[in-house]
Nanobody
Framework: QVQLVESGGGLVQPGGSLRLSCKAP????????MGWYRQSPGRERELVAS???????TYGDFVKGRFTITRDNIKNTASLQMNNLKPEDTAVYYC??????????????WGQGTRITVSS
């Protein structure tokens, strides 16, 4: 089992910005998709943003141009820049790597989750 390493998150005021980072540790040969999901109490986990190896991006409808995902295929890292945060963005954010080719085969992996609270 591979767990992705996340950093960033915390408390921010409405309208503020945060940046999340994620790294797939160990010997990784290729990752098909990297992305971020979020989950708030009483709600299902939902896609925030993802990017495939060809830099094709997918964003949740609620993003509306506020967030930008980037990734580095050499370093096996992904970042999520979040601007104009709203209270409804409060959630635990999880990094995901799909189709990750490792010495143990092809895996999907998640980070431990990082909490973001948007509040004044």
């Amino acid at each position: 089992q591979v767990q992705l390493v996340e950093s960033g998150g915390g408390l921010v005021q409405p309208g503020g910005s945060l940046r999340l980072s994620c790294k797939a540790p160990g010997r990784i040969f290729r990752i098909n998709d990297m992305g971020w999901y979020r989950q708030s109490p009483g709600r299902e986990r939902e896609l925030v943003a993802s990017m495939d190896r060809d830099d094709k991006t997918t964003y949740g409808d609620f993003v509306k141009g506020r967030f930008t995902i980037t990734r580095d295929n050499i370093k096996n890292t992904a970042s999520l820049q979040m601007n104009n945060l709203k209270p409804e963005d409060t959630a635990v954010y999880y990094c995901n790597a799909g189709g990750m080719l490792t010495t143990r085969g092809t895996l999907d992996a998640w980070g431990q989750g990082t909490r973001i609270t948007v509040s004044s």
